[in-house]
Structures are given as C-alpha cells and as structure tokens.
C-alpha cells in the first residue's frame, strides 16, 4: 500500500511539474494532451537531474530527494507567477463506440495490474538490464559510478551501457518507499502504456478532427498483443515507445522544443532510440520546417528542437567518456542471406504483430500521393521510412541479426516503433477521409467560437 | 489410437530425462510415431487428479526433439499442435511426461476446435518477446483475420456504399477486434492457470522462496554462485540484488554460495534445484 501512495505520489510529482513547466508560454494543447506529456515530461526531468547528481558524487537518496523539492519548487514558482492555466478539452460524452474501445482499454489495464499484484518480476531483461540494476542501485551493496568496480553501472547484473530512466526511476521509488518490491519494479511500464494510448487517441483526433478515427487509432494500439504484456513487464521498450510517440505527436502541434525533449527521453530510455528513432524524427521535424515557395529551412525551429534534444547530453557524454557504447549486440557490420525471409516471417506472418504491419505498410503507400503533397505528411513518411530502414538495416546487416534469428529484440523493436507508424498511417488515411475536410472546418468554427 | 509401428517408440518409452529447472525429471510416455503432422492434434484422457499439472508434449522431427509446454485440463480434451512451425512432415515419434494417460494423435473436429480455443495458458518467458500462434479451424490465424479484413471491407465498401479509406480502416479494425478478443481469452485463461491451479512462473515457481530465504540467511554477508541455468541465475541476481554480491574472478571468498551442487559444502538451505552452502573456498 505504502509503495501504491508512493508511485502515485512521484506521478503527481512528475505530472505537477511538467503541467507548470509546458504551461509557460502560449500553447494550443488541450488539458488531456497537457496531462500526458506533463507525466512523460516529469519523469524525465527528474531521473535525468537526479543521474546527473549521481554523476557528480551524491548517493541516490540526496540525488533524489533535492530534485523532488526543486521540482515541486519550480512547479510552485511556475504556478504562483503565471497561475495555472488550462485549456478546456470541449468533448461531448463518449459515444458508444468510444465506451467499448475504453472497455477494450480497461481490460489490458485489468490485466496489466493483476500482473503486477498477483505475479513477481519475471522476464529476463527485467531481472537484469532494468528491474536487477535498479534494485542494485537501491540497495547500494551492488552498484558503482567507479569504472574500475565491477559493479560500476550494475554492470555485474546487466548492461552498463542501458539508460538510467527506468532504472533510477524504479530506485528512487523504492528509496522513497523504504523497500524494494515487484510493483515498484514494473509499475511505470502500465503508466507509459496508458500514456501511449491517450497520446495517440488524442493526436488522431486532432489530425482527423474526426472522433471515431482518433477511437480506432487508440484501440488498434491498445491491442497490440505484445502490449498488454510489456504494460507489466518491466522492459524499457514500451518508455521508448511513449516518448518516441509523444515526439511525434509534439511535431503535430509544432511544438518543436518538446518534440526534441521527448526524442531524448527515449534515448534516456534506451540507446536503440538514437539510431532507430532519432534520426527519422530528427529528418520530420527538418522536413516540417521547408518553406517550399521560399525553398528555405525555418532554423529558429529547427534550433529549439535540436536544444530539446540536447537535453540528453549528460548521458551521452557520461557514456562516451566511459565507452560504454550503445548496444549489447556489438554492432559489427555483416549482411545476412536469410535476414529478409526471416524478417518477412516476423513482420507479415508471425501472430505477435499479427496484420498490423502489413495493413500499415500497405496504408502508407495508398495515401503516398496526398501525404506526398502535404508538408506534414511529407515529413511523417519521411520519419516512418528512415526508422523503418533503420530498423531493417540493424537486423540484416550488423551483429544485430541474432535478435532476429532467435526473435528476442525484433517484436519488440515493432512494438516500440508501432505508436508512431499508426500516427502517420492515419494522418495518411485522414487526407484520404472524405469526412476530414467537412471535419475539419466544423472543428475550425468551433475553435473560433470558443475562443470568442 | 494411432498404434506405434517402429520399433523407434521404444527408445521414447519410460526414459528419464533432464527438463530446464521447475520441472522435475519426468517420465516421458510415447503414444504414436511415423505419422503425418498435416493437421493432426492431440486429444490425452486426463484425470481429475492431474488437473491443472504442467507437462511437456514432445515430438521427433528428422531426428531433432521439440517440445510444447503445457497445462493439464481434466477430462477429454484436444491440444493444438498445429501452430507451431515444427510440427510438420513426418512426426517420428510424440510423448507426454504424463503419467501414462489414454493419449491419441486425431484430426479434430469442429467441437474440437472450439474446445482448443479454451486450452489453459501459461504464463512462459518468451511471452515478453512474442505471441504464440493460433490456428483457426486449420487455417494459419493470420490469413483468417485477413479474410476477415477483406471480407468486411469489400461488404462495407460494395454493400453500404461507403468510401473506400473508410471501409479499409473499419474492416481493418473488426478484424483486429476478432484478433482482440482471442487475445483477451489469452488473457483470461493466464489468469485462469494462475489463480486456479497456482502453476507458478514456470520454470522458477520454486525459486522465489529460496531466494527469499537465503537472502535472510545472507543477511550481511556476501554471496556468490556456480554454474546455473539461464533463467534461474537471473532471478537469483535480481531477488538477492540487495546483497553483496561477489563477481566471478574477484580474489575474495564469498560467505555463502548458491549451486546446484549440494556435496559443496555445508547445505543451509535447499530447493528441488539450488542449494545455499557454506564453505570454505568456492
């Protein structure tokens, strides 16, 4: 129970601080959309300043501590100087179709939370790349910032040169709690689940301003089947997902700035974001920013993502002073025959994905002419295929390939790219919406109305 | 029944072997050999008495050994073999590690494939890295939900007029409820294994209160280990994170050690798999 008040405490936390934070300013986000990357937002920010600390010399429980009260403190300050703004997220009740893809929901949430109050932590990378050294880190016995030590990074029980965000995330949870348990060790996986989904929910319906578009976009994530399991597991796959999503949907709004913090809360998640994620966001943001009559780059914005993104730069520099590296798999180059039939057998036939990828794939190319001609859609297709070959190189052609061939990593790189290939399959699917357009100027007056 | 025609199935008969740590060595019984995969299922008479056990179905392909953990539902019941990509061609021989029960290998029937759709699910380590196949009356269950998907589509689309982009993503989406609601019997039958039978995390059920009980024995001590399985040494690492930990190569002597090996030193305490000792150097 004590660690239940905590984990929802620290959410508070993370979410007070964020909301003060992204309410600085003039925004068009709606309270829901606030609300979520508020909570991504914060637990960014605080495992980051807290690492950084640590990097410094401090023990995890000052580390911890002074960030929580300079958080709530900025947040106080925030909220005495500018109040608290919001925006009203004007939405009738939800329709029937809408109650049934929350009842969807609430099943995986269902499930994700017996998982969590009823087993123990389970899954291998958890016991050690992310739950085994952030308990390590919390128990101190196990953990060093010495690089002589074997125990440096709690590299005697996983990867070294893994991120910090779960894994201190976990720690300061239960350092705030006083013990260790297996709810502390997996809870925030069901929190960036609930994230994933409200963000595509409410991105598809500010593309689409249609609801039952935004609905079917939610569901088609929510069931994901690798989902309701990484909901409770513990791996840091489904954080990268969340942040790489919320990146994306941050490009929508043109918020550039936070588009660049959350693609380096992914890295902060894991590594494979800087070379799977990063560079196809990094290219959409670019893409979004030419002025075609002009034929210019718009540098101001592109500059206030790269500053987001530099955020992230503690860990880097941490990582390449120490060669950590990375990745586990070594990264040697090497093509492999078989790669393309097995990634065929993984991406098309295989029941974890199920058809999602072959109905996304085939989505992108029928709406391939009008995104081509949409400066958005441009930049989503060219996001979504430097990923998507980014992911196709690593598998075929480096050391990676053993993760494909024993099917450990490649369901799960999917999953973590899924939230933002169903962002630009429907932003494609909405230009082809005969309803979007009659959508869209209705939304365009109601807007004017409530503004008035 | 399928009656045993080679003199192959002998070898299978009554041979104990090694299983990954959870799981005893067990017995394994054959039933059939030299037959066909080509859509055949397994149907076992369990009796109430074995209900909610788990055990292997282990067959022979060319020579190689694959094996399908499995729960055990009392009474008549069939158990899909047919999604997994090695049960195909010529089976050479297939077992249980049941005690001997009335097994057989069948072409199911429509009962039978509605029966299959509520076969108990264990929760297993890979589930994190993927899903395990379903077969739909004999179809591969991915080209039956795309039927569905074309199905709905072109009914939408032809049917009530709607526009194309339309009924792609509404037929998309039924079809992804269909895959959705397996997914949720999946779920619930999990839930079902766990609550119902307390299988446990197979294959470290047992490990949890041994490593429990020796991290109060280790108290502030030191501990290391021997050669464990995969799994098993993980789940030691992270239960016992805690406590200090001697790495392998280190010069120091830890104060306890876990192995499988109990003539090690003095046992403290045991598991059917691990033991914690003390002794003197490791």
Known sequence: MNSVLILAGNV?????????????????????????????????????????????????????????????????????????????????????????????????????????TRTHAYFQDALLHWSGRARALYGQANWSFDPSSPFFMGGYIGNRSYPLLTVLWRSLNAKFSGNWNDLIARADSLIFFVVVVGIVWI????????????????????????????????????????????????????????????????????????????????????????????RQLDWRNLRQFLMGFATVLPWLAFNFIHGLGLTSAGGQLGWHGDAPSLLWHALIESPTSSILWIC???????????????LTGRALMAGFFLSLSAILFIFTATSAYEFLLDETTIHRVMMQFSGMAILTAMYGLSLKTPEFATAAATAKKSKLRRSA | MIYLRSPFWLLFVFVSIGFPSGVSAQQRVAFAANFQANNQVIELDIPASLEGQIFFILWDVGGKEYNRLTLARKGTHSYDMRQHPNWSGTIAAVATTLPAVPSRVKKPTASDEIDMLFEGKLIKPGAVNGIDGYTAFGWSWNAFLFVVFVIVAASLAVGRGESVTKSVMLGFVVAWSVMDLRTILDHSLSV??????????????????????????????????????????????????????????????????????PNEGTVLLKSDHYFLVKKAQP
């Open chain 1, 360 to 374: 996304i794939l085939a989505a992108i190319v029928y709406t391939g002419m009008p995104m081509l001609k949409d």
């Open chain 2, 192 to 261: 079902r294994a766990i609550e119902k039978y307390r299988v446990g995390m197979f294959p470290i059920a047992e490990m949890k209160l041994f490593a429990d009980h020796a991290s109060d024995i280790i108290g502030s001590g030191t501990w290391g280990h021997g050669e464990l399985d995969d799994l098993g040494q993980s789940f030691l690492l992270y239960r016992l994170a805690e406590r200090q930990y001697v790495a392998k190569g280190s010069n120091r002597t830890p104060d306890f050690w876990i192995t499988r090996d």
């Open chain 1, 203 to 294: 991105a598809v319906y500010r593309i689409s301003n249609l609801r039952w578009m935004g609905a079917a976009a939610a569901y088609i994530v929510a069931a994901i089947p690798l989902h309701a399991w990484h909901a409770a597991a513990g791996y840091s796959d489904i954080a990268v997902e969340a942040f790489c999503v919320a990146s994306v949907a941050a490009l929508l709004r043109r918020e550039w700035l936070w588009a660049g913090v959350m693609s380096a809360g992914a890295i902060w998640s894991k590594n494979d974001a800087l070379v799977l994620y990063m560079p196809g966001i990094f290219a959409a943001a670019a893409l979004m920013q030419v002025d075609t009559a002009k």
């Open chain 1, 12 to 116: 508070l936390v993370c979410a007070t601080f964020g909301w003060a934070v992204l309410c600085v300013g003039a925004h068009e986000r709606s309270s829901t959309e606030t609300l979520f990357l508020s909570i991504l937002v914060g637990m960014y920010i605080e495992t980051l300043v807290a690492a950084i600390q640590m990097f410094l010399g401090l023990s995890l429980g000052i580390a911890g501590f002074t960030t929580v009260v300079a958080m709530a403190g900025v947040a106080i300050g925030i909220f005495y100087k500018h109040g608290v703004k919001t925006v009203r997220f004007a939405i009738d009740g939800p329709k029937w179709y809408e109650w049934l893809v929350l009842a969807a929901i609430a099943e995986k949430v269902l499930f994700a939370v017996w998982q969590l």
